[in-house]
């Protein structure tokens, strides 16, 4: 899996962590925000290290808010 679509899936899954949303819904929009299936989004889920990539997610965040402040 291309390391942009674990970012992607990690970001999903921190939004829906932070609204308290359903393992459901939060997989629904894993498969539809990332276009990937549903094996994908089960594999991630499973194997990958989640704080790793919570963390790259918000380090790309601040840096996206920075530039729009100083814009």
Known sequence: MKHITKLKLAAVHQLCDAEDKSTEYMYQLMQDTAKVDLDTVNNYM??????????????????????????
């Open 46 to 71: 499973m194997n990958e290290n989640h704080s790793q990539l919570f963390q790259e997610v918000n380090e790309l965040t601040e840096i996206f808010i920075d530039l729009s402040i100083e814009s």
